[in-house]
């Protein structure tokens, strides 16, 4: 292995007990760490705006909440959970005036630091803790004694034990269960937005949808369509996250193997992977972090206006119809405890 990769015998779960940790947000990812800590025996404290939607369910289920800055001023571990756009005026106002030496700033993806959206003190250890894989899955899988991989990173170490804390929050949240990657916020930053941008979200959607536009512009049922073209997606994907890419072409008929190698290289040509080249310079330069926050701060016109357009494409009523008759998807990855 090239990587450093910890599991629980690694981590020390007495040195997060023994802190105070304010969870900034309670999202995907927050409701997931907080509740977790909780269960792992850690003090936490949620910080929430006035206003958030998110307080009335924190605190259904049985969590203290506080404004952010109330937290961050209780708090010697501080978590942001909030999203990426809202963190950098949210450090500014809240976090920073109640920030001392001693306290330590943790992130759950490297985007502010990555940036330069967020500069925090030298004073103040700073750390990443950053599940790869959705929130709710994080808390899922914790529930069921198991856990989600993480990153971990150190961006500053002013104590010299800020590895050594943040190796015991991920043991706090199950990350250490499934082990613990060590990198840096520049290539878990870089690497995530490729990866969500170019192939698991951006690159998959596109996918699934063409191929679908595909068959049903040439006359074939959308059900049927859906089918090929989405459903038995999961099922495949299983197969590979099983066995890589080998278990996938071991387990399907020859026929589709002999397809896989003949033509997926035509769908997926030069001309694809030049486009995720470029994609990943824009990564590197900032080039898409500054598009992405001037986009927030002009009020999302293109976000909400490609969200609507992907909402309104004929696969999700297709899809929506055919799940109705699906018994075996009865638990929604959304749904935790
Ligand atoms: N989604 C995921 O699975 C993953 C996310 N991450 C990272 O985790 C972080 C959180 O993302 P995610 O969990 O998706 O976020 P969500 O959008 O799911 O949740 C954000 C939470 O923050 C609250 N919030 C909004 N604005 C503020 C603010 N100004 N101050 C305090 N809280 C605020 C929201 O409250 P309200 O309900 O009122 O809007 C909500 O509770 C991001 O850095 C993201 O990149 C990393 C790995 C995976
Ligand atoms: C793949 C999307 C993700 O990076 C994640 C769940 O890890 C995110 O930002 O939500
Ligand atoms: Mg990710
Ligand atoms: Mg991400």
Same mark, same amino acid.
């Given at each position: 292995?090239?990587?450093? %990769?910890?599991?629980?015998?690694?981590?020390?779960?007495?040195?997060?007990?023994?802190?105070?940790?304010?969870?900034?947000? !309670?999202?995907?990812? $927050?409701?997931?760490?907080?509740?977790?800590?909780?269960?792992?025996?850690?003090?936490? %404290?949620?910080?929430?705006?006035?206003? @958030?939607?998110?307080?009335?369910?924190?605190?259904?289920?049985?969590?203290?909440?506080?404004?952010?800055?109330?937290?961050?001023?209780?708090?010697?571990?501080?978590?942001?959970?909030?999203?990426?756009?809202?963190?950098? @005026?949210?450090?500014?106002?809240?976090?920073? =005036?109640?920030?001392?030496?001693?306290?330590?700033?943790?992130?759950?993806?490297?985007?502010?630091?990555? !940036?330069?959206?967020?500069?925090?003190?030298?004073?103040?250890?700073?750390?990443?803790?950053? =599940?790869?894989?959705?929130?709710?899955?994080?808390?899922?899988?914790?529930?069921?004694?198991?856990?989600?991989?993480?990153?971990?990173?150190?961006?500053?170490?002013?104590? $010299?034990?800020?590895?050594?804390?943040?190796? @015991?929050?991920?043991?706090?949240?199950?990350?250490?269960?499934?082990?613990?990657?060590?990198? @840096?916020?520049?290539?878990?930053?870089? &690497?995530?937005?490729?990866?969500?941008?170019?192939?698991?979200?951006?690159?998959?959607?596109?996918?699934?949808?063409?191929?679908?536009?595909?068959?049903?512009?040439?006359?074939?049922?959308?059900?049927?369509? !859906?089918?090929?073209?989405?459903?038995?997606?999961?099922?495949?994907?299983?197969?590979?996250?099983?066995?890589?890419?080998?278990?996938?072409?071991?387990?399907?008929?020859?026929?589709?193997?002999?397809?896989?190698?003949?033509?997926?290289?035509?769908?997926?040509?030069?001309? %694809?992977?030049?486009?995720?080249?470029?994609?990943?310079?824009?990564?590197?330069?900032?080039?898409?972090?500054?598009?992405?926050?001037?986009?927030?701060?002009?009020?999302?016109?293109?976000?909400?206006?490609?969200?609507?357009?992907?909402?309104?494409?004929?696969?999700?009523?297709?899809?929506?119809?055919?799940?109705?008759?699906?018994?075996?998807?009865?638990?929604?990855? &959304?749904?935790?405890?």
């Amino acid at each position: 292995m090239s990587v450093e %990769v910890y599991y629980d015998d690694d981590a020390d779960l007495g040195l997060i007990q023994g802190r105070k940790v304010a969870v900034i947000g !309670y999202g995907s990812q $927050g409701h997931a760490h907080a509740l977790s800590l909780r269960d792992s025996g850690v003090d936490v %404290v949620i910080g929430l705006p006035e206003g @958030s939607k998110s307080r009335a369910k924190a605190e259904e289920q049985g969590l203290r909440v506080l404004t952010p800055a109330e937290a961050a001023a209780t708090a010697d571990v501080i978590m942001i959970l909030a999203p990426d756009t809202a963190q950098r @005026s949210l450090y500014a106002e809240s976090i920073a =005036p109640n920030l001392a030496p001693g306290k330590a700033l943790f992130f759950g993806h490297g985007f502010n630091i990555r !940036y330069g959206l967020i500069k925090p003190p030298a004073e103040v250890d700073v750390a990443m803790v950053a =599940p790869k894989g959705p929130g709710h899955l994080v808390r899922r899988q914790y529930a069921d004694g198991k856990g989600v991989p993480c990153l971990v990173a150190v961006e500053q170490d002013a104590s $010299g034990g800020a590895l050594a804390l943040a190796l @015991s929050y991920a043991k706090g949240i199950g990350g250490t269960r499934a082990g613990v990657i060590r990198t @840096s916020f520049k290539e878990e930053t870089e &690497t995530d937005l490729f990866g969500e941008q170019a192939v698991l979200c951006g690159g998959a959607a596109a996918l699934v949808q063409s191929g679908f536009e595909v068959l049903t512009e040439a006359g074939y049922a959308p059900e049927v369509a !859906y089918f090929e073209c989405l459903h038995e997606l999961k099922l495949i994907v299983d197969l590979m996250y099983e066995g890589g890419i080998a278990k996938m072409r071991y387990s399907i008929s020859d026929t589709a193997e002999y397809g896989d190698l003949s033509r997926g290289p035509r769908v997926i040509d030069g001309r %694809v992977k030049e486009e995720m080249r470029k994609i990943l310079g824009e990564i590197q330069s900032g080039e898409f972090a500054r598009e992405w926050v001037a986009e927030d701060e002009s009020g999302r016109p293109n976000f909400r206006k490609w969200q609507a357009e992907g909402a309104a494409h004929p696969i999700e009523e297709t899809g929506a119809k055919l799940r109705g008759m699906m018994s075996w998807v009865d638990r929604p990855i &959304t749904e935790t405890a």
